[in-house]
Nanobody, 120 residues
Framework: QVELVESGGGVVHTGDSLRLSCAAS????LAWFRQSPGAEREFVAG????????AVAESVKGRFTISGDTRKHLAYLQMNNLRPEDTAVYFC?????????????????WGQGTQVTVSS
């Protein structure tokens, strides 16, 4: 009964910015993961239902920011100064608990993903 819909992906050049949106069908902790071909799914950022607390992966800290309002069932990922290594499918995920683990197996609901491609 939980639906997650991502939007905002596209093709950009190195140094450009994108903002991804995740719309959920209820109140959940929301997170962004990404996966490139041949790589493991990687945690990017999370937004907890407990006070909209946030977490950002060390690999993107300083460039990416998560924001939103879980009470409005929305999470955004602002991506600045994009690099080719950011190229991936970006997924929105949800879990019931308030913690923000980086392990993808801790999230039980997933969107279909949105493609982000950064050219050099």
């Amino acid at each position: 009964q939980v639906e997650l819909v991502e939007s905002g992906g596209g093709v950009v050049h190195t140094g450009d910015s994108l903002r991804l949106s995740c719309a959920a069908s209820g109140l959940w902790t929301l997170a962004w993961f990404r996966q490139s071909p041949g790589a493991e799914r990687e945690f990017v950022a999370g937004l907890s239902w407990r006070g909209d607390r946030t977490a950002v992966a060390e690999s993107v800290k300083g460039r990416f920011t998560i924001s939103g309002d879980t009470r409005k069932h929305l999470a955004y990922l602002q991506m600045n100064n994009l690099r080719p290594e950011d190229t991936a499918v970006y997924f929105c995920a949800a879990r019931a608990f308030s913690e923000l683990p980086e392990d993808s197996s801790q999230y039980i609901y997933w969107g279909q993903g949105t493609q982000v491609t950064v050219s050099s």
